[in-house]
């Protein structure tokens, strides 16, 4: 089992960046890939970006977007640059007990609760 708790939501303006964190508990950090997925109103949760176990990045349809993780502070992160207003969702972390990152939201193993973005025009 594992815990994860995401933070560093909030309201920014467009063209604006925020840095969110997520940290997990629980269980050994780096034996699983993570990743982050969104959910904007109305619309199915959408892979963001992920971070293998070994450092290889996913990118999901956002460049603007870039994860990272820190294995002795147990989290990861993502920096979202140039945000818009389409931007605004709750963002997910997720983890998934293998190497390689899934973009599969039913394939992820465990999720955080969220944390809400919304950026403003």
């Known amino acids: 089992q594992v815990q994860l708790q995401e933070s560093g939501g909030g309201l920014v303006q467009a063209g604006g960046s925020l840095r969110l964190s997520c940290a997990a508990s629980?269980?050994?950090?780096?034996?699983?890939?993570m990743a982050w997925f969104r959910r904007a109103p109305g619309k199915e949760r959408e892979f963001v970006a992920g971070i293998s176990r070994s450092g290889a990045i996913w990118r999901g349809a956002e460049g603007r977007f870039t994860v990272s993780r820190d294995n002795a502070k147990n989290t990861v992160y993502l920096q979202m640059n140039r945000l818009k207003p389409e931007d605004t969702a709750v963002y997910y972390c997720?983890?998934?007990?293998?190497?390689?990152?899934?973009?599969?939201?039913?394939?992820?193993?465990?999720w955080g609760k969220g944390t809400q973005v919304t950026v403003s025009s």
């Open positions: 629980g269980s050994i950090f780096s034996n699983y890939a």
């Open positions: 997720a983890a998934e007990y293998r190497n390689m990152v899934v973009e599969t939201a039913s394939q992820v193993d465990y």
